[in-house]
């Protein structure tokens, strides 16, 4: 059966069709072509009638023009849209016009990277002897020592990340003179991934990058690409600091897709218990696979990756593969290739697919659950998606509040709008740690821009700090360490555990980073990797490997992870609201043993390894002590829950940072107020001034929690205000509005 | 939290209050010249163009240099002649003062200079740009000081070789290289005192590396006679290394004149060189040397195995070393294969011969 004999089927099955919570149809689109641009180089013109492309999608050539009138432009383009072309085409016609010019390409990770140079090397392949001089390299961690005095000099498209751009390439930058002197354009790809904090930084990087160029007397151009997103033009003209042309209207052609929500059947009505999201999803792609439809399955945590490769392994063979964080990159290449090629059928992965990898289209995307945000589940629907013949995309509805609310509404997922990204380049935290590092890269001068920041204010503290020094109009570095060795632009550790499989001579098998490892390869736990059993026999923490030795077993194992939160000091209080410094601690404490399909809980044991600490900034909000009794402690602990979770969700727009930078901890009970308590704190160690500037804005906050939660029209509470919570139970819509009525918080009008 | 009680600074800064005491006195800008000169014994055997040369800098990985010291060879005597940056915006004049100064030099001689001063000189010239910086012929001693002193002495810092190596008396009053950074900041935060320290030490480490020159120029004119006799073989493979055969084999030869017991690992390192060096005979005494005793290198064994075998055509001879050596029990399993490997080949071929040849 092809596809739409599959879609027919499923559409009378009886078993099936009541558990269709909706079925949308977007209409297929035609191409819109232009034909190429007479001003393209007649080389590269040539060289895509090589390949075949006898015209561009207007997005393309929208792209083209506005970069060959010296514009920065931000393409969004849904997946596979001929997206690099965008970029490409602009940077090869200049390489043929002026053989000097230098490109710098930005992608958020080493792979993306690689990826991009392969496209790229068969570009230069296809334009022939003109390219013969061409040099494209990635410059990266892992780049060898020898290679880079080469790169410096030769290349001329510099394929790296911004961690490297920060850390090497910008403050070793009299060794690319080069580069700089020749910088023509920055591409800056995924821009969607550069946002909130992490983005902060990138724009402060970005500044660093074109005040190195005007020194070097280059003024290059911006050209940016970006998946779905509410607000992508905003987002890369903040990013760049610099007018852009937004190319939104995609002319790549595209088949008929179909969208169904699936919301597997009540088995206990009584309790309501539904049949498990994760078997229903095994199910539909175990239909799809079997008729050779091409299958991505999305999920959303590692271990799920595992549990339903293992189902469908069963079913379909080995032509299905994982693709989780934690594979090693050889191993994920090789998935990629096999998925371009269609040795592979289909693949079950985390969002760590999510990204540009290149992976071919496919016919069917199956999501086990609804992942965060509606951005992200645009994208794993786009995995789905060809340009001509039709495509699936299926829901399956988990059992969380959330999902169950979607399968209720389910317009309401499919007329929202996709998240948007916020960037806050001043924010003063971020912004004088490359201040610091623009001060050592090149002296300031007095009346000198950096972006819109408050310039003048941070160096003269610097000053005072005595790491920079005014004399005779400019400030210069004069502190004996090196700054940009002292920052990082990503708050999570970039550390990894190893997992060595012991019985093959000590060979490594695959890597989880430090904050999963505890749950995942504490030791007795059953490590999944690509369907097969290992079980960890010894985790050596101090030395981050795991030693693992395959086995047979019929169960695996679910770690628990214990948080919990003190305040160390306070650093401005009143009556309603406060904040501080605070430590908050993650231990592991025990794994059950869970057997396969049937889920069932056979055994645990406990988990010995050292708590990990966070010390970084918070604020808090306490509630008046009599709450518990006058609501009951089952609608306080759900009304926390609720009232935290839309809190760190409206906490962005006041703070233009991302849900991600924040973290919400509700305390029924809080040691340190000894009162119902809400926690929102930096998720960066030690803190960027989220907190600081909520605690500034708690009133407004409240104001719009409260105005959130009266303006929706749901019952009980829903995605739209508490309801994605965890707890979201009955009752935590009333028990929110009560909270901040308790504290004199009341919606207006 | 040290980054806590940054911002809790920072948001005092915002809210007006200001630390007088930090507020920094500017400086003139220009260029500080100054000037010291020393007896120093041989000197006269170091051509004249010379120019030895040793930074102070900013930051200990880096930052700018804010001293700079040149030794030469004037009137018989060591003249040192530093210049110290007035103040950050004089750098300009300050790295053009010093190119001046070392332009035309016929040799540069730095200690560890090729990856750290130099490099840092030619970086901060193209900031400030002073163009074109000089391209001057360049030895710097470290790495020759590591070839034909480390292995003895273990660690060659300059200081270190001070003591060990060049028997000069210990320091006093010498604040150590790690100062430096602090010493040029307390200087523009107007301390008296603290410019005369790193002064002092520069010169300190200039006479040094002078005294260390003038051995190494020893060593060019072929004065091997007061070297230990186990540096004679570093400063042999030293030489190889940079392509001088002949000194290469007069420092061999002195080498062998001079140490008749040399370790095992010596005898092998010893054996390595005769053989590129031509010397057969010489190395397969080494060779034998290191094979020997129940401890005794298979490496060792395996080259002798094969020069008597394809020099002296004697497989016989060949066969027993291999055999020897196959007795020791504790050889690692690929290590054993290949001996054994051999063994047939070589008794493969003695039967063959006496097959030949019928009693």
Redesign the interface.
């Known amino acids: 059966m092809n596809l739409a004999q599959v879609l027919d089927q499923v559409a009378t099955d009886i078993d099936i069709r009541p558990h269709i919570a909706a079925w949308h149809t977007l209409p297929a689109q035609p191409a819109r072509t232009v034909p190429i641009p007479p001003d393209l180089h007649p080389e590269l013109a040539r060289a895509l009638a090589h390949r075949e492309i006898r015209s561009l999608y207007t997005h393309q050539a929208e792209a083209f023009a506005a970069a060959r009138a010296g514009e920065n432009v931000a393409v969004l383009t849904p997946t596979a849209s001929g997206k690099t072309l965008c970029y490409n085409l602009p940077v090869l016609d200049r390489l043929c016009r002026e053989p000097d010019a230098r490109a710098l390409y930005l992608f958020p990770t080493k792979a993306l990277a690689q990826d991009q140079l392969a496209e790229l090397d068969r570009l230069f392949e296809a334009v022939g002897e003109a390219a013969a001089a061409w040099k494209a390299f990635t410059y990266d961690g892992d780049t060898p020592a020898d290679a880079r005095a080469a790169i410096r000099q030769a290349g001329h498209i510099v394929v790296t990340n911004p961690d490297m751009l920060h850390a090497s390439i910008l403050p070793?930058h009299?060794?690319w003179?080069r580069l700089f002197e020749n910088l023509r354009y920055v591409v800056v790809d995924e821009l969607h991934t550069y946002r909130g904090v992490f983005g902060s930084h990138v724009a402060n990087v970005l500044r660093r990058l074109r005040r190195v160029c005007r020194f070097y007397g280059s003024d290059p151009q911006f050209l940016a690409a970006s998946a779905t997103i509410a607000n992508p033009g905003e987002l890369a003209e903040r990013l760049i600091g610099a007018p852009v042309h937004l190319v939104a209207e995609s002319g790549a052609p595209r088949g008929e897709r179909h969208i169904v929500m699936y919301n597997p059947p009540v088995v206990n009505p009584a309790l309501g218990i539904r049949r498990s999201a994760l078997r229903e999803s095994a199910l539909w792609a175990r239909r799809l696979l079997r008729e050779d439809i091409a299958t991505i399955v999305f999920t959303r945590s590692r271990l799920s990756v595992e549990l339903l490769l293992t189902y469908l392994r069963e079913a379909v063979g080995d032509r299905v593969r994982g693709y989780r964080g934690g594979y090693l990159p050889n191993e994920r290449r090789a998935i990629e290739r096999g998925l371009r090629a269609g040795d592979i059928a289909g693949v079950v992965a985390t969002s760590a697919l999510e990204l540009g990898i290149d992976i071919g289209s496919l016919e069917a995307a199956v999501l086990h659950g609804f992942p965060g945000s509606v951005a992200s589940a645009w994208q794993q629907m786009g995995r789905a998606g060809r340009r001509d013949g039709a495509s699936l995309a299926v829901i399956v509805a988990s059992s969380d509040p959330y999902d169950q609310f979607l399968a209720a509404h389910p317009d309401h997922f499919l007329g929202q709008p996709p998240e948007a990204g916020y960037v806050n380049p001043d924010n003063?935290?971020v912004l004088?740690s490359h201040v610091k590092c623009a001060a050592c890269e090149?002296t300031f001068e007095d009346g000198e821009q950096f972006g819109e920041a408050p310039l003048e204010?941070v160096l003269?503290?610097l000053a005072?700090?005595?790491v920079v020094?005014h004399?005779?109009g400019?400030w210069?570095?004069?502190?004996?360490?090196?700054p940009a060795a002292d920052v990082s632009l990503r708050s999570a550790a970039q550390e990894n555990v190893v997992i060595i499989d012991r019985s093959k001579g000590a060979r490594v098998i695959g890597e989880v980073d430090l904050f999963s490892a505890p749950l995942l390869v504490h030791e007795q736990a059953i490590y999944l990797h690509g369907a097969d059993f290992y079980q960890v026999e010894q985790l050596d923490w101090p030395a981050r490997k795991a030693y693992v030795r395959p086995v047979k077993v019929d169960y695996y194992t679910d770690a628990e992870l214990a948080v919990d939160l003190s305040v160390l000091d306070v650093?401005r209080q009143d009556e309603a609201r406060a904040w501080g410094?605070v430590a908050v601690t993650s231990k592991a404490t025990l794994y059950k043993k869970i057997k396969l399909h049937t889920h069932e809980n056979v055994g645990w044991g406990r988990i010995h390894l050292p708590e990990a600490q966070l010390?970084t900034?918070a604020y808090w909000c306490a509630f008046p002590e009599g709450l518990e009794a006058a609501l009951g402690r089952e609608a306080l602990t759900a009304g926390l829950a609720g009232l935290a979770n839309l809190l760190a969700g409206l906490a962005p727009l006041y703070l233009l940072c991302d849900r991600r930078d924040l973290h919400a901890t509700p305390q029924v009970r809080a040691p340190f107020t000894e009162r119902p308590t809400i926690y929102l704190y930096d998720a960066a160690p030690?803190?960027v001034?989220l907190a600081e500037r909520l605690f500034g804005c708690h009133e407004d906050l409240l104001q719009a929690a409260a105005a959130r939660i009266a303006a929706c029209d749901c019952e009980a509470g829903c995605p739209g205000c508490v309801g994605a919570a965890e707890s979201g139970a009955p009752g935590s819509k009333a028990a929110a509005l009560s909270l901040l009525t308790a504290i004199g918080v009341h919606a207006h009008g | 939290m040290a980054e806590a009680d940054l911002y809790r600074r920072w948001r005092a800064f915002q809210a007006g209050e200001r630390r007088a005491s930090v507020v920094q006195p500017p400086r003139s800008s220009a260029p500080r010249l100054f000037g010291v000169s020393v007896d120093l014994a041989g000197w006269e055997t170091v051509p004249a163009g010379w120019r030895l040369l040793d930074l102070e800098t900013s930051a200990l990985r880096g930052g700018f240099a804010f001293l700079a010291g040149v030794a030469a060879v004037r009137d018989g005597r060591l003249r040192i002649t530093q210049w110290v940056l007035g103040d950050l915006p004089g750098e300009a004049a300050f790295l053009r003062a010093l190119a001046d100064e070392l332009d035309g030099a016929a040799c540069l001689i730095t200690y560890n200079g090729r990856s750290f001063d130099w490099p840092l000189l030619r970086d901060r010239a193209r900031l400030n740009g002073v163009a074109p910086w000089p391209e001057l012929p360049h030895r710097d001693l470290l790495h020759e000081a590591r070839a034909v002193w480390g292995g003895r002495l273990g660690r060659v810092g300059l200081s270190e070789l001070e003591r060990t190596l060049l028997g000069r008396p210990t320091r006093r009053d010498d604040p150590g290289g790690a100062a430096m950074p602090g010493l040029y900041r307390a200087y523009l935060a107007g301390e008296a005192g603290a410019l005369d320290l790193a002064l002092g030490h520069n010169a300190a480490d200039l006479e040094a590396l002078a005294v260390l020159a003038v051995r190494c120029r020893s060593l060019d004119l072929g004065q091997l006679g007061s070297e230990d006799p186990s540096d004679l073989l570093g400063l042999a493979g030293w030489r190889w290394r940079r392509g001088d055969r002949g000194g290469a084999d007069a420092a061999l030869a002195a080498w062998l004149d001079a140490e008749p017991t040399p370790s095992r690992s010596e005898s092998l390192r010893g054996a390595t060189l005769c053989r590129r060096l031509g010397r057969w005979e010489q190395a397969a005494t080494l060779w034998a040397r290191a094979a020997d005793g129940p401890f005794g290198s298979v490496d060792a064994a395996i080259a002798l195995a094969i020069h008597l075998e394809r020099r002296r055509h004697d497989p016989a001879a060949a066969l027993a070393v291999v055999e020897t050596a196959l007795a020791r029990p504790w050889l690692s399993p690929a290590r054993r294969e290949r001996l054994a490997a051999r063994r047939e080949r070589l008794r493969r071929r003695l039967g063959v011969r006496s097959s030949r040849t019928p009693a």
């Open positions: 070793l009299t060794r003179v003063v935290y004088m090149l204010d003269g503290f005072e700090e005595q020094r004399v005779d400019r210069y570095w004069m502190a004996d360490h090196f650093f410094e010390h900034t030690g803190g001034g």
